[in-house]
């Protein structure tokens, strides 16, 4: 995407009224193309934004709001209209996400979860990928494969730690202890929560120091 799609700050306000002006007033018909671009990587980054702070309200209330389906299917959308990858597989994850967390169907979200992925894997967009393994190494678990699902999900962490992304490596080290737990190594879930901790402490992760609190109580119950 060229820097007629900048949406920092309120350079695209500026950058759209000068397209405008370009078309209107100087005959220039290129930048009639050129606005859209602005103006749907605008509108992308809202849909996304928007579709976040829905799925955060689902998990504080658990009432799904059919909205953020919507919103990430069309962030998705305008990122593939824009050839933008990483925006795009990121809306996909989130789109996963709508079926496998909110609508309690995991199969559901796979193909999603495996697209972003793949996308995201094509501009080294390790966040997105990290995402997208994690919640494919959740399906693995709920569908029994727990060897496919520990070998993602460490593949999560991994990823998370390679690019400094510290509470995100804590919660994925909160991932492993439970299926650590579920399979009875309770030595290896205290071990992935010992460590959890430590990230988390190191970074300020507060909501994830309270995961791990309960995943050690019910580690060692």
């Known amino acids: ?26 005959g220039d018909g290129s930048a009639l193309d050129r606005s859209d671009d602005v103006l749907d990587a605008v509108e992308a980054a809202l849909c996304m934004a928007r579709g976040k702070v829905l799925h955060v309200r689902f998990l504080h209330d658990r009432a799904a709001d059919e909205r953020e389906l919507a919103l990430f299917e069309r962030a998705a959308e305008l990122y593939g209209r824009l050839e933008d990858a990483s925006g795009e597989a990121e809306a996909l994850f989130w789109i996963g996400c709508w079926y496998q967390v909110v609508k309690d169907d995991g199969p559901g979200g796979v193909p999603y979860f495996e697209r972003s992925y793949a996308l995201a894997q094509t501009v080294d967009d390790r966040k997105t990928m990290s995402y997208a393994i994690r919640h494919l190494g959740f399906a693995d678990r709920d569908a029994g494969d727990l060897d496919r699902a520990r070998a993602r999900l460490t593949e ?66």
């Open 1 to 26: 995407m060229t820097n007629d799609g900048d949406t920092r700050g309120q350079d695209w306000v500026a950058r759209a009224g000068e397209l405008f002006e370009a078309a209107m007033f100087d």
């Open 156 to 221: 999560s962490v991994s990823l998370r730690r390679a690019i400094g992304f510290r509470p995100g490596e804590a919660a994925g080290l909160v991932a492993l202890a439970h299926l650590a737990a579920e399979t009875g190594d309770r030595t290896a879930a205290l071990r992935h929560l010992d460590e959890a901790q430590a990230v988390a402490e190191a970074c300020g992760a507060k909501a994830v120091q309270g995961w791990i609190e309960q995943a050690r109580t019910a580690a060692e119950a």
